[in-house]
């Protein structure tokens, strides 16, 4: 039985369920049909001649793929070209969707949505496809052969659909997009879209940055200073596995003249463009943006920390500024892998913990081999009570990584003594040496 409202339902069983879903969809549905306002241009933000934003903003989530940690939010994207034919440029998370709507239905006002332009299935982009599916039933949806197989298998959609290969056109009228494909960045269906005419590169989740978007849209109506360390910890958590790929992509795109990027998260580049590109070439490559060095460790009872605070100050006595230290039970790993793609200089330290690393520490480290970083200076040192294995598990994390060690790394028995904490110093001026190479 169903009460009046179809959004206050008593379920007898899952038939009626599936029953009150559809009712509430249609009912939800008409409330846009029948309700129609007058446009309102407050909700409407015209990036360039007809491409239009239409993305919204998310401060209520906590954890980002319900594990980065996003205190200043994350934006979902999302674009309209209204031209002899309109395309919807991928969708947003599902629980942002009405306010969504409300944008897209205000850009459209009145006309069909022809097409949806799908870049990315990841549910924080793809979330809404079924919802614009239902509401505009009769739309065809471009994507390509990896897209189609994530559309019937997280909708079960398998009809009007338009598959584009690389370097395939399509014609909205004046509008000329351009599909290229860019498997990996950071999931195997993904590709990016070029608006010829416009000059404008629909990204997917590339040139992403966590942070909602305030306000402003565009790179030149925002303080960027928000999204400077942003971009990079959404790079090092998202992306950073995929470094290759990235290459790929960028060489792929290197001859296309783009004078707008419009990415799935965070701001719209047009100013800033070639500092963007440059910063994701180089985090792609795993180099250093500067000289540093990050000292991430754990410690339970100060001892380590101890240590890593005399190696810290021998970094400053020996003509380094720039220095991090995390403790990896306090800093989320997100703001750690942020600083190590920052800085070529790491020094990891750990205690003993039942004959392994620390817990933190060992989940930091299969953070950064899932994440295959290359290229840093790097040493180590730890602490233990009555039986080392610090050691030679950093020991073994630096050759799978294939990484040179620097200096002399020490574990020390209980409290600091006198030699470690020489050895400490020591460490510090060899790794000092070894950044300002």
Known sequence: ??????????????????????????????????????????????????????????????????????????????????????????????????????????????????????????PDHGGSIEIIRRYFPDVTIVGNKKTFGMLEGYFGITDNLYEVKEGDTLSLGEHMLNFFMAPMVHWPEVMVTYDSTN???????????????????????????????????????????????????????????????????????????????????????????????????????????????????????????????HDVSKSDASYILSDIFRYNGLIVASPTYCNELYPGVKSLLDKLQTRAVKNKVFSFFGSFSWADASSKNFVKFAEDMKWEVVGEPFAEKMTLGDEKTQMAEELGKAMAEAVKK
């Open 1 to 122: 039985m169903v009460a009046q409202s179809p959004f206050i339902a008593i379920f007898i069983t899952k038939q009626n369920f599936v029953l009150a879903k559809q009712i509430k969809f249609q009912y939800f549905c008409q409330l846009f049909r029948t309700k129609k306002k007058k446009r309102n241009i407050m909700l409407i933000k015209e990036l360039k001649k007809d491409l239009y934003y239409v993305g919204v903003n998310d401060r209520k989530t906590h954890l980002f793929e319900n594990m980065w940690p996003i205190p200043q939010g994350v934006s979902y994207n999302s674009y309209v070209i209204v031209d002899e034919k309109t395309a919807l440029f991928d969708t947003v998370e599902i629980a942002s969707s009405g306010m969504f709507i409300k944008k897209v239905l205000n850009v459209l006002d009145g006309r069909k949505l022809d097409y949806l332009i799908v870049n990315h299935m990841e």
């Open 199 to 325: 000059k404008v590169l629909f990204s997917a989740d590339a040139f992403g940055t966590f942070g909602t978007i305030d306000g402003g849209i565009l790179d030149t109506e925002l303080d960027l200073i928000k999204y400077e360390g942003e971009m990079r910890r959404y790079y090092a958590s998202i992306v950073g596995k995929y470094g290759n790929p990235v290459q790929k992509a960028l060489q792929k795109l290197s001859p296309v003249d783009i004078s707008m990027i419009c990415s799935l998260h965070g701001p719209v580049w047009t100013k800033d463009i070639e500092r963007v590109v440059g910063l994701y070439d180089k985090w792609s490559r795993y180099e250093h943006e500067e000289e540093g060095v990050v000292i991430a460790y754990g410690s339970m009872y100060g001892n380590t920390e101890e240590m890593a605070e005399r190696v810290a100050r021998a970094l400053s006595i020996y003509g380094v500024k720039k220095i991090v230290l």
